[in-house]
Structure formats: C-alpha cells, structure tokens
C-alpha cells in the first residue's frame, strides 16, 4: 500500500527567499516519485521525477528534490522564489514494480511575497 | 502543451442532467485516467484506463461511468447531475501505468 502526506496546506514565502515543500510517502515496494505543478486554470504538469538512480532530481525552473529513504521524504526546494511560482503542488507516488496506481497528495498552495 | 486534449473546455448544465466529457491521449499512450477537482475535495482520482480495460478505481461515484476506446480515446460518462458535481475534470495519460502522467487542460462542468 502506499500513501503520501505533504505538510501544509498553504506554505508563504517571500521573493527570494528559500522554497521548501515537504513531502513524506509509504509504500510496501521501492517507489517512483514526482512532484508536479499547477498553475491557475491550468491542468498538473510534471516539475521533475525520481525513478532509480541519484537521489538529488533537478527540475524545471530551478526546482529540485532529494529522495531520502531512511527519511521515507522527497521534499522540493528552490533556493530563491520568484513570483512567478505561486501555484499548487503536488507529491506523488507509484510503485517501481510497474503497478497501476498513483497517489497524489493533498497538494501545497506556495504564495509568494513581494 | 501536454499533448492531452479534452473536450469540451466549458459545460454549463442543469441538475439531473447527462453530459460526455472527452479526453484524446498523447500519442503513444496507453493509459488514460479520470480525476475530479473542486475546492472542498481537492484533486480526486476517479479511475484509470490501460489499453481499454479499467485498471484501478477511485473515488468514482456509481453515477459516473467511463470507457476507453480502441482508438484509445476515453470519455468519461456523469449522469444524474447534481450541484455537488460542479468541478473541473482533468484527464492525463501516461506511457505505462505508475509512469509520470500528463494532464490535459481540463473541462469545467458546472452545474444549475
């Protein structure tokens, strides 16, 4: 079985300020992770994506996660927001054994500050 | 641009209505799935298509149905309209099952 959480709804940073997302997963099987973006009135789109491999995942627009097992976490960071990140993110899972199901998490609103 | 095209972008309609809502994979994509979106529920997945057989369900309610063609199109079939089904539904397609998914733009359905 698999699940994932992400810690706070709603995360508030201000322009240049350092972004981080967090995201903690289950699952019973080695797991595929993602974090996707959405942008109002837009459909998600894939930020960047973890199979097998390197653990440090770079992304679109500067964005990038770490997979650390002992930690069951792939949380998303970017070292300076722009404003032009506020959007919805989301976590998600699915088992590297080719299985069917992916979970999303609740999703992480990021407001940015002028 | 996902290469995910859904259909229509906007449905206004009334309760106890039927509507189709249409979704056209990128190509080369075998699987297709359903997720309803709205503000109390968040983004919910309703089911999943592999190759024209249903593969996974969700939170699909019995009013709901879907099907995935041949062609590997898919529509997703809400009947029985109610104002609680007023959402934005997104389709997203995928190489294999568990790979990265791609979503279209989605259709906004709402309900009078």
């Known amino acids: 079985a698999q699940s994932v959480t992400q810690l706070g709804s709603h995360v508030s940073v201000s322009e240049g300020a350092l972004v981080l997302l967090r995201c903690n997963y289950s699952s019973s099987v080695p797991p595929y992770l993602f974090w996707y973006v959405q942008y109002p009135n837009q459909g998600l789109q894939l930020l960047l994506k973890y199979t097998t491999g390197a653990t440090l995942v770079k992304g679109i627009n500067g964005f990038e996660a770490e997979f650390k097992k002992s930690e069951t976490s792939f949380h998303l960071t970017k070292p300076s927001a722009h404003m032009s990140d506020a959007a919805e993110y989301f976590c998600?899972?699915?088992?590297?054994?080719?299985?069917?199901?992916?979970?999303f998490g609740a999703g992480t609103r990021l407001f940015v500050k002028a | 641009d996902s290469g995910v095209t859904q259909t229509p972008k906007h449905l206004i309609t009334a309760t106890g209505q039927r509507v189709t809502l249409r979704c056209s994979p990128r190509s080369g994509d075998l699987s297709v799935y359903w997720y309803q979106q709205s503000l109390d529920q968040g983004l919910q997945f309703l089911i999943q298509y592999y190759n024209g057989e249903e593969r996974a369900k969700g939170n699909i309610l019995e009013r709901f149905s879907a099907q995935q063609f041949p062609d590997l199109h898919s529509e997703l079939n809400l009947s029985s309209l109610e104002l609680g089904d007023s959402a934005l539904y997104f389709c997203?397609?995928?190489?294999?099952?568990?790979?990265?998914?791609?979503f279209g733009p989605g259709t906004r359905l709402t309900v009078l």
């Open positions: 997203a397609s995928s190489v294999l099952g568990g790979n990265e998914q791609f």
């Open positions: 998600a899972v699915s088992p590297n054994t080719g299985g069917f199901k992916t979970i």
